[in-house]
């Protein structure tokens, strides 16, 4: 109990715990719902999206670890040597990251969701019951089945744009006519939306974002080994052990565990239909469409809020080193010019040994 003592009253040690936490939410919360933002932001297939996330963040991790073992070694001769590498790395993920908010993917036009019906725009409504549905007992049926018009638009269901007739053609593809809210063909095909939703022009954007995310996991774990270093140089050796187990609880209660409850919340704001069960109306379920927009500017703008608690603590923990560390700096730039000064004397001895054999 000493020990914990002794390291709670260790201000750097406190603002390096709680800096940690807000890294570690930042990380659970990314962890958990990365791969589920890359298939929505940016149209991709989950299962890609989940190997594309899982490259992002394993590789990079191993390769910073590695990389930020070796500069602590090189660079980090002193505490504070190790603080500014700390803050080195942490500077630069705070520049990288305002850049996720400009890359991104449009969002998909849904008839009745976010897009007028296109015969209908004297109404000038965006609700999925228009004059062109009502009389296809569409009210309660709110299974979401998107199809395809050919104007080019997607559809939430068969029965929203009024279609009555349906067939499925040689590749099990379902077509369907006579539907009542898509404009009559004027080509020779007499089918007016097929199953699924349109397809999206391609957007190369999710390629930037996952340059972007290698680097950024990279130098994020990079910072993991100096802040791990500058916690144990802070503390006496036989407190190492407890400060160790006492940061990983901390950082755990505080970011492990809130973390993926408040992206899971940020996740919800941009949602603009969700799921609800036409036998129970007033319960909702998993969101059915987001607004990428907002979506990409809530879910990275909370991992720039913790990146920046982040950062500030961080910069505290420095600070508070800074005196102590400085007459250590002071202490190893003597300790240097000594050996020098020694090397110098031991040379002018023996040149002089020289000279009189």
Aim: proline residues 4%.
């Amino acid at each position: 109990m000493k020990a914990v003592g002794r390291s709670l009253r260790n201000v750097t040690i406190v603002f390096l715990i709680l800096s940690g936490a807000a890294q570690l939410a930042t990380f659970s919360g990314l962890q958990l719902f990365g791969a589920k933002y890359l298939e929505v932001q940016f149209y991709l297939d989950p299962v890609f999206s989940s190997i594309l996330f899982g490259i992002v963040v394993i590789p990079s991790g191993i390769f910073g670890n590695l990389i930020g073992g070796c500069l602590v070694k090189v660079f980090g001769k002193t505490t504070l040597r190790i603080g500014y590498l700390l803050l080195f790395f942490t500077a630069i993920t705070i520049i990288i990251d305002p850049i996720f908010l400009f890359v991104g993917c449009p969002n998909r036009q849904l008839v009745g969701v976010n897009q007028q019906y296109p015969l209908l725009d004297a109404e000038n409504t965006t609700s999925l019951k228009a004059t062109c549905n009502v009389n296809n007992n569409c009210t309660c049926d709110v299974d979401f089945e998107p199809i395809c018009g050919h104007d080019n638009l997607t559809y939430f269901s068969p029965c929203f744009a009024g279609c009555e007739s349906s067939s499925v053609d040689e590749m099990n593809i379902t077509r369907f006519s006579n539907c009542a809210c898509i404009s009559n063909v004027t080509g020779g095909s007499q089918y007016q939306a097929e199953d699924g939703s349109c397809p999206i022009e391609d957007c190369g954007a999710w390629l930037i974002y996952f340059i972007l995310g290698l680097f950024q996991s990279a130098v994020i774990t990079l910072a993991a080994i100096p802040g791990f270093m500058l916690a144990m140089r802070c503390v006496e050796e036989q407190d190492r052990s407890i400060t160790l187990s006492l940061s990983n609880f901390v950082s755990k209660v505080l970011g492990s565990i809130p973390g993926p409850i408040i992206y899971g919340a940020i996740l919800d704001i941009p949602c603009i239909l969700r799921y609800r069960d036409q036998c129970a109306p007033e319960t909702t379920g998993n969101c059915l469409v987001y607004d990428n927009e907002t979506l990409r500017y809530t879910y990275n703008g909370l991992t720039i809020f913790l990146r920046i608690i982040f950062t500030v603590f961080s910069v505290i923990a420095v600070y508070t080193i800074r005196k102590k560390a400085k007459k250590e700096e002071e202490n190893l730039i003597a300790s240097n010019g000594a050996v020098e000064m020694d090397a110098t004397k031991t040379g002018i001895e023996n040149k002089g040994l020289e000279a009189e054999i």
